[in-house]
């Protein structure tokens, strides 16, 4: 996916009940997802496979009787938060038990499915491990994990979301009118920096009927806007209500039939997979917005052959050109990472020349993290730490700039917003753009789950405040 800054924390709580026992006092659960978006779709379908047995909830990690962490192991970084949080968690779960109290903890995600039982020996407060494929198992793990370590990290032949618990519409209602939506998962590319591959398996996609099912019951809940996800989504390729296999276009052109439903979007994508109808779709499907997130990571042709991206520069910027075709007034996100093994001045400079032609609304950048088992990591030619700093501040300049131009541009023109929420201060409302940029702005909490005209007026450091457009008002 497109970032590792940890993302929006899930937080539920549960009570798991006992076949043969008496009712059970409800028992409290906190789900910390880091990574990316789908961690965040997936830290929400584990509490909802376990709220059939009974659980409740709380924001608090310090009353949890279950903490799971639903991990990232794309970037280092985002690992050594685990095990820095599995300290802290340590400390917690000793505290409870001088208290006469417990605490389980539980690993789940990347990290998870990437050291699976040496999770345990790194950490001896762990109780349970389990692999993103395999969440759906979380009842069992927890009711195993009362007599030891509890694991399971394998990757199932019959499909986890045959088996997930939908959540109720109010339990939809609680999580915001936005919402995230696993179409695809796993990847087949084996870009020499990416462990996705190995943690998440092979590239997968879901039946069409069943994803319209999902998004029918989260917008008759008051969901207006769904992300589609998968670590590749664009390669999606699901069997449809005709038997046929379906493309993403296909899948957004039937979503898009979906009364209620206001905004679609898709993420994350590879340009290889950007087919022709999904470019039109982009022209012609209203209800998907103008905003594409499309990694390119680099901008050298010979870094881009040693990362087995399997595109030139070329193609990209050319890939660009036929999408703003499409769509004239498009936003482009993207990846960057800088420091590859191998990657010079002259590499680095290509890559600061395709971000000035492109010209993107918004840019994730990373130094390069070595990831055990990848190819990468056994690439000769490391760059020095002081170099990739060194090249991130510069390259985080230029992309803060075109992100910030970008922002400006917005002061005087009329744009729809989608309003989700009361504002900081009475008699405000916010909301975001079809850029995805948050918008704040006079008027009355009836229109929040609605979309409206609003006239930006003016430009902050991270959102930008408007006035409703007169027949919005």
């Known amino acids: 996916m497109n970032s590792d800054l940890e993302a929006a924390t899930v937080q539920k709580d549960w009570a798991p009940a006992r076949s043969g026992q008496g009712e059970k006092a409800a028992k409290k659960l906190h789900v910390k997802s880091f990574g990316c978006q789908m961690n965040v779709y997936d830290a929400t379908r584990m509490a909802d496979v376990l709220a059939p047995e009974g659980f409740s909830e709380t924001g608090a990690i310090e009353d949890a009787d279950l903490v799971i962490l639903n991990t990232c192991h794309i970037r280092e970084k985002a690992s050594e938060k685990v095990f820095s949080e599995l300290g802290r968690l340590r400390r917690l779960k000793e505290e409870r038990r001088a208290e006469g109290k417990d605490l389980r ?48 990290t394998d990757f199932p032949v019959d499909d986890k979301f045959n088996h997930l618990t939908p959540p109720t519409a109010d339990k939809i209602r609680t999580r915001g009118l936005s919402a995230f939506l696993t179409v695809q998962e796993g990847c087949d590319k084996f870009c020499s920096f990416c462990v996705v591959p190995y943690t998440r398996g092979a ?13 029918e019951a989260l917008t008759r809940a008051g969901v207006r806007e769904i992300t589609l996800l998968g670590q ?37 994508s590879h340009p290889n997979d950007m087919a022709d109808d999904l470019i039109r779709a982009h022209g012609e ?28 520069a070329e193609d990209f910027l050319r890939l660009a050109k036929k999408i703003r075709a499409a769509r004239p007034d498009i936003a482009l996100s993207s990846d960057f990472i800088v420091g590859f093994p191998g990657e010079t001045d002259e590499d680095f400079e290509a890559t600061l020349a395709l971000i000035r032609a492109v010209d993107f609304a918004s840019t994730f950048y990373f130094k390069y993290s070595p990831r055990p088992g990848t190819p990468g990591a056994e690439l000769a030619d490391q760059v020095e730490e002081a170099v990739k700093t060194e090249r991130l501040a510069r390259l985080g300049e230029l992309v803060e700039a075109q992100r910030a131009a970008f922002n400006r541009a917005m002061v005087g023109r009329t744009v729809d917003v ?30 929040i789950g609605t979309v409206a005209a609003v006239e930006i007026v003016e430009c902050g450091s991270n959102s930008l405040f408007g006035r409703l457009a007169k027949e919005a008002r």
């Not at 989504?233 to 957004?252: C, M, P, Q, T, Y």
């Not at 052959?305 to 399997?310: E, Q």
Request: aromatic letters at 6%; one cysteine or more.
């Open 105 to 152: 903890i539980a690993v789940a995600g990347c990290v998870a499915q990437a050291e699976g039982g040496e999770i345990f020996r790194k950490q001896r407060a762990v109780d349970i491990v389990v692999g993103p494929q395999s969440y759906h198992r979380l009842p069992e793990l927890v009711r195993l994990a009362a007599d030891g370590p509890a694991i399971d």
């Open 203 to 215: 590239e997968a996609s879901r039946e069409v009927q069943k994803i319209v099912a999902e998004a």
């Open 232 to 268: 590749n989504v664009n390669a999606f390729h699901g069997k449809g209500e005709d038997d046929e296999i379906w493309s993403l276009a296909r899948l957004v052109e039937r979503l898009s039939e979906i009364a209620g439903l206001a905004r679609l979007r898709y993420t994350t």
């Open 285 to 312: 499907a209203a209800k998907l917005m103008p905003f594409l997130h499309l990694p390119v990571q680099s901008g050298s042709d010979r870094i881009l052959a040693a990362m087995n991206r399997k595109h030139r």
């Open 418 to 447: 989608l309003f989700e929420k009361p504002g900081r201060r009475p008699g405000q409302i916010g909301g975001k753009t079809p850029y995805l940029q948050a918008v704040h702005a006079d008027g009355p909490d009836s229109l």
